[in-house]
T-cell receptor
Framework: EPEVTQTPSHQVTQMGQEVILRCVPI?????FYWYRQILGQKVEFLVS????????KSEIFDDQFSVERPDGSNFTLKIRSTKLEDSAMYFC????????????FGPGTRLLVL | SQQGEEDPQALSIQEGENATMNCSYK?????LQWYRQNSGRGLVHLIL?????REKHSGRLRVTLDTSKKSSSLLITASRAADTASYFC???????????FGKGTSLLVTP
């Protein structure tokens, strides 16, 4: 069964460093998303991406964040200058064109900012 | 902003029993979805119920939706130890793609 994959599974970085989290959505999906979950808290929407542009973003997704689909398979989230409060599990999700409402999530990347 | 809020926060039952989790939300929705999350893992989509549906089944899962009360319930019948996980409801606003998740119900099923 096709699934969303994410790399790396864990990343430790120093405050102020740039990180890139990578995702490979399900191959025929057209909508892509990033969410995050701070430890012990609920999953929060960051951004959605369709047709090579951001379709919606939350207040969390400020200028420090960017997304890119550099090729036909990868979808990345970049945090330019990480802060301690960026420590969280980051989930990528994708959905297909006809049933775009059902989002399929990857296993997540656990980011720890020191 | 609208958010799903589940209750109870935690539920402990024995194998074979049924587990019922509830979700309430605040504003109108297109649909409501339930997800499962095993400890430290990703979210697994369980079921989606649209705003014009009242009940939906999938295997041992039964979901109801009452839009007049802005609430939904997830029933897991004949629970198994493997059902131990956190369960989240997520609402889909009318205006966009973002899913709004609740804080979840932590279910423990003991053998």
């Amino acid at each position: 069964e096709p699934e969303v994959t994410q790399t790396p599974s864990h990343q430790v970085t120093q405050m102020g460093q740039e990180v890139i989290l990578r995702c490979v959505p399900i191959s025929n999906h057209l909508y892509f998303y990033w969410y995050r979950q701070i430890l012990g808290q609920k999953v929060e929407f960051l951004v959605s991406f369709y047709n090579n542009e951001i379709s919606e973003k939350s207040e969390i997704f400020d200028d420090q964040f960017s997304v890119e689909r550099p090729d036909g398979s990868n979808f990345t989230l970049k945090i330019r200058s990480t802060k301690l409060e960026d420590s969280a599990m980051y989930f990528c999700a994708s959905s297909e064109g006809t049933d775009w409402e059902t989002q399929y999530f990857g296993p997540g990347t656990r980011l720890l900012v020191l | 902003s609208q958010q799903g809020e589940e209750d109870p926060q935690a539920l402990s039952i024995q194998e074979g029993e049924n587990a019922t989790m509830n979700c309430s939300y605040k504003t109108s929705i297109n649909n409501l979805q339930w997800y499962r999350q095993n400890s430290g893992r990703g979210l697994v989509h369980l079921i989606l119920i649209r705003s014009n549906e009242r009940e939906k089944h999938s295997g041992r899962l039964r979901v109801t939706l009452d839009t007049s009360k802005k609430s939904s319930s997830l029933l897991i019948t004949a629970s198994r130890a493997a059902d131990t996980a956190s369960y989240f409801c997520a609402t889909d606003p009318n205006s966009g793609y973002a899913l709004n998740f609740g804080k979840g119900t932590s279910l423990l099923v003991t053998p």
